[in-house]
């Protein structure tokens, strides 16, 4: 069964950075995938995606300050995040782009507070 385990989540000033990474077990179908995110009180929203070719794209209040990759040789899907904001915090998680999707991970927890 397909697996995906988000870390690498903590809490950091703003103005911090943290790099995220999803280690995707099983076999993963060569689709677009994405990290997304989930506010307390908020609907889950996506963040980056990147697509079977590589290219990549973000919601607004992230360019510039996240970058998404993947690397083929561990199978995982990292984000660098720098320059981060209160209002980055929320649970992390990776998953295909589009729907149907895999069962969600228990994401990484983002905290950005002075």
């Known amino acids: 069964q397909m697996q995906l385990v988000e870390s690498g989540g903590g809490s950091v000033q703003p103005g911090g950075s943290l790099t995220l990474s999803c280690t995707m077990s099983?076999?993963?179908?060569?689709?677009?995938m994405g990290w997304f995110r989930q506010a307390p009180g908020k609907q889950r929203e996506w963040v980056a995606a990147?697509?079977?070719?590589?290219?990549?794209n973000y919601i607004d209040n992230v360019k510039g300050r996240f970058t998404i990759s993947r690397d083929s040789a561990t199978n995982s899907l990292n984000l660098q995040m720098n320059s981060l904001k209160p209002e980055d915090t929320a649970v992390y998680y990776c998953n295909y782009f589009d729907p149907p999707r895999l069962s969600w991970g228990q994401g990484t927890q983002v905290t950005v507070s002075s």
């Open positions: 990147m697509t079977r070719g590589g290219s990549t």
């Open positions: 099983g076999s993963i179908s060569f689709k677009a």
